[in-house]
Nanobody, 114 residues
Framework: QVQLVESGGGLVQAGGSLRLSCAAS????????MGWYRQAPGKQREFVARISTGGGTNYADSVKGRFTISRDNARNTVNLQMNSLEPEDTAVYYC????????WGQGTQVTVSS
């Protein structure tokens, strides 16, 4: 079973930056579109960004221009650089394939204070 481990979350003031990382226990990354999702308190999990095996990217409108997704297939990692953070970005962030067929990890908490 593939394990996904997210890290890099924390508490930051509005306007600040964080860099999230996701590591997988196998080389499954290199064969799949990978993405980041988030779940805010009381809301459903939502798509944030995805990156194809060739490096093409797509973003939710709410994060476009502020977040950047990248991948390192040699290290089995997917990263999310988050800039100009807003309180509305507060959520638990998860990585998964797109569509999300892998078992979800624990996620990493991002809290943005105003």
């Amino acid at each position: 079973q593939v394990q996904l481990v997210e890290s890099g979350g924390g508490l930051v003031q509005a306007g600040g930056s964080l860099r999230l990382s996701c590591a997988a226990s196998t080389t499954i990354f290199k064969f799949n579109v990978m993405g980041w999702y988030r779940q805010a308190p009381g809301k459903q999990r939502e798509f944030v960004a995805r990156i194809s095996t060739g490096g093409g990217t797509n973003y939710a409108d709410s994060v476009k221009g502020r977040f950047t997704i990248s991948r390192d297939n040699a290290r089995n990692t997917v990263n999310l650089q988050m800039n100009s953070l807003e309180p509305e970005d507060t959520a638990v962030y998860y990585c998964n394939a797109v569509p999300s067929f892998l078992t979800w990890g624990q996620g990493t908490q991002v809290t943005v204070s105003s």
